[in-house]
Structure formats: C-alpha cells, structure tokens
C-alpha cells in the first residue's frame, strides 16, 4: 500500500503542473475508484466509465483537497457518489458482468473466482446489499485492512467487519440455493 506522504508529494507536484505525477496518482488509485463504483454498480463497464471521470473530477477539484492523507478516501467518496448519480439517471444495472479478480490468494472469494460457478458468483454479488458487496470488494479485491477501508467510508472498523462477515454468510447462503 503507497504512503500517504508518497500522495501529499505527488499532489504537490501536480497542483504545480506536473502531469506525470497526476499520472502517478491516477495510476496508484485507479483500482481504489474502479473498486468503489463497482460496488454501487455492480457492473465493470461502467465501473470502468466511472472510476476515469472519477480522476477528471479529481484533477478539477485536486486544490480543494485539504488533507493530502485523505486522497484515497476521497477519491473513493467522488467514486461512489458518482455511480449513485448514474444509478439516479440510468437505473441499477441488474447483471454483474465481471467478477473482479481476487486481491490475495487465500481470500474466502478465491474458490468462487476461480472455479466454475463465475455465473453463480456473479448473480451472488448482484443479490447482496450494497454495503456488503462495498465491504467485501474492498476487503478481497482490494486486498485493504478494515483501518483503510474505514478511512476511505467513514465507517467503523466494527461495522465494516460485521458487512464484510454479513456479506459472507449472504453469499453462501446464495450460492447454495442453486437449483
């Protein structure tokens, strides 16, 4: 995981009109935004739409930032309060198209990614609630400790733990109801 202190001197950098390091940026968070509309969304085409426009709210608001610590939190909320914008004006998408690779090897999702149900995992995603789906993305694709991904919600660590536990026993429940 990049240091904070890494983003407050490319942020610097940036604001002084250093495109690669806005690149840089773009690049270290790019998982984080794709990650937060993927969640909401449930769909990785327009995840994939949402997290660029993402970094281009991001390069026209970056002077407003005040807590360079905070970049990826923010990043994360401008993500995710656009996809609830496209959902205002498109309506939810009903079919998660891609099951987003797992983020460690010995994640509880690793077994459902690669076997053969990619069909069933999607579906089981798309069923659970938005906060869980949030939570685990975040959790095992994202590969993030409950700390980061608390800072990037503003959520408790407590809460997330229990969405990312919830989630889990959801998407067994799901998946064993198979016909």
């Not at 656009?82 to 998408?93: E, F, Y």
């Not at 959790?139 to 919600?153: A, G, N, P, V």
């Amino acid at each position: 995981m990049p240091e904070a202190g890494d983003d407050a001197g490319l942020i610097k950098r940036a604001l002084a009109g250093d495109d690669g390091a806005f690149s840089a940026l773009v690049e270290r968070h790019f998982g984080a935004a794709y990650a937060s509309a993927y969640a909401v969304l449930g769909n990785s085409s327009d995840a994939e739409e949402l997290a660029q426009e993402t970094f281009v709210q991001v390069f026209q608001k970056l002077e407003r930032l005040r807590e360079p610590g905070a970049f990826v939190g923010w990043v994360w909320r401008i993500a995710h309060d656009l996809a609830l914008k496209h959902i205002r004006k498109h309506g939810r998408m009903k079919v998660v198209e891609d099951v987003p690779e797992s983020g460690s090897a010995e994640s509880p999702l690793e077994p459902l990614v690669a076997g053969e149900d990619q069909q069933g995992l999607r579906k089981a995603l798309a069923a659970l609630p938005e906060d869980q789906r949030e939570a685990l993305l975040m959790k095992y694709w994202q590969d993030l400790e409950y700390e980061e991904m608390s800072k990037r919600t503003g959520v408790s660590e407590e809460a997330l733990y229990q969405r990312v536990c919830r989630g889990l026993k959801r998407l067994r429940e799901v998946l064993s109801e198979k016909p």
